[in-house]
T-cell receptor, first 112, second 114 residues
Framework: DAGVTQSPTHLIKTRGQQVTLRCSPI?????VSWYQQVLGQGPQFIFQ???????GRGNFPDRFSARQFPNYSSELNVNALLLGDSALYLC???????????FGPGTRLTVL | GENVEQHPSTLSVQEGDSAVIKCTYS??????FPWYKQELGKGPQLIID?????GEKKDQRIAVTLNKTAKHFSLHITETQPEDSAVYFC?????????????FGTGTQLKVEL
């Protein structure tokens, strides 16, 4: 079975631009979470969606938004990019609300 | 909110030795504690987890222990091999009907030397 997939793999943007990152969960998984991992640190929680509803939001500004589609895939949008948004963005999926989370390979975002 | 501290930040062991990584958490309501292994250029891989109603869990060379009273949990790797070299993260979560966000530690760079 395919694991969590994310696209694109790498992305380079300039300050002020907007970016959309995509995630497809493991088949059958209905919950998707997004995390930001800055180099040398642990992942930081951004959003969690379950059955297309937001179930949690981390301490990130309103420039960050997300949504989950009927097929359970998800998009993370970041507006007005800052240099500090440069990071690895990870998507994790899980079967239900309280089960194990499995991570994708991430999207490496570089903001110049 | 939850805060997770992880030690050591780097750990170097000889092949065949054991490795221990320790984490403490602050929220007594946390009830789920996974450990992830992250290799260079990859996403974190779940290697073992433990729930608060269990004190110890073992899977081949990997074991995790949990002390709810002291609010700390540890990862034990026995008979280490070069392929165990990676960054290991602990995490804590309160699993509720509303979901569960993982709060991660800062990671431990494990190096297994030949």
């Amino acid at each position: 079975d395919a694991g969590v997939t994310q696209s694109p793999t790498h992305l380079i943007k300039t300050r002020g631009q907007q970016v959309t990152l995509r995630c497809s969960p493991i088949s059958g998984h209905k919950s998707v979470s997004w995390y930001q991992q800055v180099l040398g640190q642990g992942p930081q929680f951004i959003f969690q969606y379950y059955e297309k509803e937001e179930r949690g939001r981390g301490n990130f500004p309103d420039r960050f938004s997300a949504r989950q589609f009927p097929n359970y895939s998800s998009e993370l949008n970041v507006n007005a990019l800052l240099l500090g948004d440069s990071a690895l963005y990870l998507c994790a999926s899980k079967l239900g609300v309280g089960n194990e989370q499995f991570f994708g390979p991430g999207t490496r975002l570089t903001v110049l | 909110g939850e805060n997770v501290e992880q030690h050591p930040s780097t750990l170097s062991v000889q092949e065949g030795d054991s490795a221990v990584i320790k984490c403490t958490y602050s929220d007594s309501a946390s009830n789920y504690f996974p450990w992830y292994k992250q290799e260079l250029g990859k996403g974190p891989q779940l290697i073992i987890d433990i729930r608060s109603n269990v004190g110890e869990k073992k899977d081949q060379r990997i074991a995790v222990t949990l002390n709810k009273t002291a609010k700390h949990f540890s990862l034990h790797i026995t008979e280490t091999q070069p392929e165990d070299s990676a960054v290991y993260f602990c995490a804590a979560s309160r699993v509720t009907g509303g979901g569960n966000k993982l709060t991660f530690g800062t990671g431990t760079q494990l190096k297994v030397e030949l």
